[in-house]
């Protein structure tokens, strides 16, 4: 509960000006549920008629991008947020897979499969996929997931450790190790192939735990791509052609 009010917000334009965008609707909660507590707000960039980018779908040619910097990166380092033209990623190195279910607040993927250290897993994904800036870790259909954590379990050659203080069910004992091998991981989409590093998957729950940043969606019966996945890659949503492309990037370089 809370309330739904307008205001005038300003962006800064890639030249350095200043551009004002009038009358957009935003609101100021006073009762909350969900997980946002302690957040300042949240920016909706979904399909939704009130969210910030179908607000200004005409002025940014209902397009747009992120690029978020890594989990570890100092808090000095920004993710860019960019609208319209200045969503351009780069000429090589660009896949793209469609958006599916136009009329959706969420963005839904057709996830066809996912290999562990390069092999295929034999998965029923379906296309109940979203791809969500918002979400932490990446969570998958309960099945798939116990299939996948199984792979890895099985791929990494480390004893066991205890990261479910921090919410982790597979974790491995590093202590003392200076480097190790880890699993490939790819997620294999609609026309694109995505093939994050293994800091993108793997997450040190303290100096000697390493743990699988991943989990099961529970009763969700869905599958999420979270943020933690996508670290480092320039991730651009074009709504027109409902077209999703991406690229690896240095974000704190852009």
């Known amino acids: 509960m809370g309330d739904l009010s307008t205001e005038t917000i300003t962006l800064t334009t890639t030249g350095g000006g200043r551009q004002q965008l009038p009358n957009v609707v935003f609101g100021c909660g006073h009762t909350n549920m969900g997980t946002l507590g302690g957040a300042a707000g949240i920016v909706g960039l979904g399909q939704g008629p009130v969210s910030l980018t179908s607000?200004?779908?005409?002025?940014?040619?209902?397009?747009?991008?992120?690029?978020?910097?890594?989990?570890?990166?100092?808090?000095?380092?920004?993710?860019?947020?960019?609208?319209?033209?200045?969503?351009?990623?780069?000429?090589?190195?660009?896949?793209?897979?469609?958006?599916?279910?136009k009329g959706s607040t969420y963005y839904y993927l057709s996830l066809n499969g996912i290999s562990v250290n390069g092999q295929q897993l034999n998965l029923n994904l379906g296309k109940d996929t979203i791809i969500d800036s918002g979400t932490t870790l990446t969570l998958l259909e309960g099945k798939a997931y116990s299939k996948v954590r199984a792979a890895f379990k099985k791929a990494i050659k480390l004893p066991p450790g205890d990261g479910s203080n921090a919410g982790f069910d597979l974790c491995f004992n590093v202590k003392g190790l200076s480097s190790y091998t880890l699993p490939s991981l790819s997620l294999h989409l609609t026309n694109a192939d995505f093939n994050p590093p293994p800091e993108n998957y793997f997450l040190l729950a303290d100096s000697n735990t390493l743990c699988l940043a991943m989990g099961s969606s529970g009763t969700l019966g869905l599958s999420i791509l979270g943020n933690l996945l996508q670290q480092n890659y320039h991730i651009l949503y074009d709504r027109t052609s409902s077209t999703l492309s991406f690229a690896p990037t240095r974000c704190d370089t852009l």
């Open 55 to 101: 607000q200004l779908a005409a002025q940014i040619q209902n397009r747009f991008s992120y690029c978020l910097v890594s989990f570890d990166d100092a808090r000095s380092k920004t993710s860019p947020l960019l609208f319209g033209a200045a969503a351009s990623l780069p000429q090589s190195g660009v896949k793209s897979t469609p958006i599916l279910k």
